[in-house]
């Protein structure tokens, strides 16, 4: 089956810093690009960050550039989004997300709650 | 940065109408451009890839057209479990592959 499984996510304070993980299994993770999308509550979805497949090319929104880095561990097919200098607007769910053509894999999403 | 624009932002129609939804893109996308189907506290699903094409598992009631700038998702006979949020995606090698801002459809 295939799986994607975030953890990570929790509560952190305003310029903290958050890593989130995303263990893959069920297929060829080392031939897939990854992506982040998070979701505001009530809001809709944001694509974050893509990285390909082994890992010498990433892109990033405007919103997060230079503050997050995604990278992955084809090894321990994991994926991660090293989150620094963490805003309110942050706050989100965020899924680990992957597919061919169109994302078809999401993960169920780890909660990050920027807040004082 | 491409930019999706979809309309109308909510459409209230009755099970067994048809739905139409659309999703304009600043600049030309070719036809990388999918649609997504969110539930109420579910993940989003993958309806439509590389405009047309059918995911997986999706009823032929759902079908995508277009190409460029323009794209349209259709609804078919409505059943109640299609009433959801409905987002567009550019997924072409420029990035950031954004999203629509979504349109929600409601049981009229």
């Known amino acids: 089956e295939v799986q994607l499984v975030e953890s990570g996510g929790g509560l952190v304070q305003p310029g903290g810093s958050l890593r989130l993980s995303c263990a893959a299994s069920?297929?060829?993770?080392?031939?897939?690009?990854m992506h982040w999308v998070r979701q505001a509550p009530g809001k809709g979805l944001v694509w974050v960050s893509r990285?390909?497949?082994?890992?010498?090319?990433?892109t990033y929104a405007d919103s997060v550039k230079g503050r997050f880095t995604i990278s992955r561990d084809n090894a321990k097919n994991t994926l991660y989004l090293q989150m620094n200098s963490l805003r309110d607007e942050d706050t989100a769910v965020y899924y680990c997300?992957?597919?061919?053509?169109?994302?078809?894999?999401w993960g169920q999403g780890t909660l990050v709650t920027v807040s004082s | 940065e491409i930019v999706l624009t979809q309309s109308p932002g909510s459409l209230s129609l009755s099970p067994g109408e048809r739905a139409t939804l659309s999703c304009r893109a600043s600049?030309?996308?070719?036809?990388?451009l999918a649609w997504y189907q969110q539930k109420p506290g579910q993940t989003p699903r993958l309806l439509i890839y590389?405009?047309?094409s059918r995911a997986t598992g999706i009823p032929d009631r759902f079908s995508g057209s277009g190409s460029g700038t323009d794209f349209t998702l259709t609804i078919n006979r409505l059943e109640p479990e299609d009433f959801a949020v409905y987002y567009c995606?550019?997924?072409?090698?420029?990035?950031?592959?954004?999203f629509g801002q979504g349109t929600r459809l409601e049981i009229k």
């Open positions: 069920g297929f060829s993770f080392s031939s897939y690009w």
């Open positions: 590389g405009a047309s």
């Open positions: 990285i390909n497949s082994d890992g010498s090319s990433t």
């Open positions: 600049q030309g996308l070719s036809s990388y």
């Open positions: 995606q550019q997924y072409g090698t420029s990035p950031p592959n954004t």
């Open positions: 997300v992957t597919g061919g053509q169109g994302l078809d894999t």
